[in-house]
């Protein structure tokens, strides 16, 4: 039974590590919150010596720097010499490369593997991973990798990884925004919003925004919006990412005018008190946003 550790048990976290669990893992979950603490049983404060005999220690946190403490609070003093660290939190790329060169120099391999999918797809072994680190790192992550995700795509050197998910959640923010606009507007001219559901749902509007993320409740079944906006994706998450695509925008020099928009809108919907709600929740502020002729 092989030894991993997780760090960070929140909505991803602990179904991955239940996931692993179910599995066969012998799986040392870790975090910060008493109450994410309750939630796993067995599972403990944040430790270096639990680190011992982990053969593979996971990340799965908010932001860069909480993977950048915990990288120095316990992962590199305790990963024993051969573990394998796999961050899965998506975080800027600046930190993973900084963090994957410190733990180069304890000899240690580091990969960035953040994911697309939510808790179900966490909780099923069914995430999808984007991978960067080097390709022996890699090779040696495949079967616990294939045990967490049904698709997993190596992009190259450490970073790169996070460079896709960050390209890929800027798509899924721009879209879910151009779904959101298109009901306040269908709503606005009076439209019935079930059946313009329906003919998108199989027209050229097709997409996973639309498909789960419609923001009428009751149209779509089993979308946050039926369950009062319970995330799901929390805002707050979302303009996180959106807006580590737009810094990795300008440190590339690419203008991302559409991105811009859409990472300054959901930060806005966030800081005046919706970052707790799913994303989809943003349509509610767009919808009272009418225009008078
Ligand atoms: P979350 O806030 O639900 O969970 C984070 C957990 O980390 C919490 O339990 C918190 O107590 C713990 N934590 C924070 N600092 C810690 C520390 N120093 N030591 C130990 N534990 C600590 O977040 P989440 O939704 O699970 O997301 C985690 C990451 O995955 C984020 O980077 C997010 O962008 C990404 N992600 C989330 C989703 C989603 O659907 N929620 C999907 C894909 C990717």
Not at 124 to 153: C, F, H, I, N, W
Not at 186 to 193: C, K, R
Not at 225 to 241: C, I, Q, R, T, V
Not at 265 to 289: K, M, N, P, V
Request: proline content about 6%; glycine content about 10%; hydrophobic content about 45%.
């Amino acid at each position: 039974m092989k030894k991993v550790a997780i760090v960070g048990l929140g909505v991803m976290g602990r179904p991955m590590a239940n996931n692993l669990i179910a599995k066969s893992y012998n799986v040392v979950a870790m975090d910060l919150s008493a109450r994410a603490l309750s939630q796993i049983p067995g599972a403990i404060a944040p430790s270096a010596e639990a680190l011992e005999g982990a053969e593979a220690i996971i990340t799965m946190l908010p932001e860069g720097k909480d993977v950048q403490s915990v990288y120095e609070k316990i992962v590199l003093p305790g990963a024993p010499a051969h573990s394998l660290l796999i961050d899965c939190s998506t975080i800027d790329i600046e930190t993973t490369e900084d963090l994957a060169a410190r733990a180069a120099e304890r000899g240690l391999d580091m990969l960035d593997a953040p994911v697309s999918g939510g808790p179900e797809a966490a909780g099923q072994g069914t995430l999808s991973l984007m991978v960067g680190g080097s390709p022996e790192a890699y090779a040696r992550a495949g079967t616990l990798l294939d045990d967490m995700g049904a698709k997993r795509s190596y992009f190259g050197p450490s970073g790169s990884g996070q460079a896709a998910k960050v390209c890929h959640n800027m798509i899924v923010g721009i879209t879910a925004l151009g779904v959101m606009e298109g009901f306040a507007l269908a709503d606005s001219l009076g439209l019935d919003l079930t059946q313009f559901f329906q003919l998108c749902s199989g027209a050229a509007a097709q997409s996973w925004a639309l498909e789960n993320r419609c923001p009428i409740p009751g149209v779509a079944p089993a979308t946050p919006a039926s369950n009062n906006y319970a995330p799901g994706f929390a805002a707050s998450l979302m303009a996180k990412d959106l807006r580590l695509a737009k810094a990795a925008a300008k440190a590339s020099g690419q203008s991302t005018p559409f991105g811009t928009q859409a990472a300054d809108r959901f930060t806005e919907f966030s800081d005046a008190g919706g970052g707790h709600l799913d994303f989809s929740a943003i349509y509610t502020s767009l919808r009272e946003q009418t225009e008078r002729p």
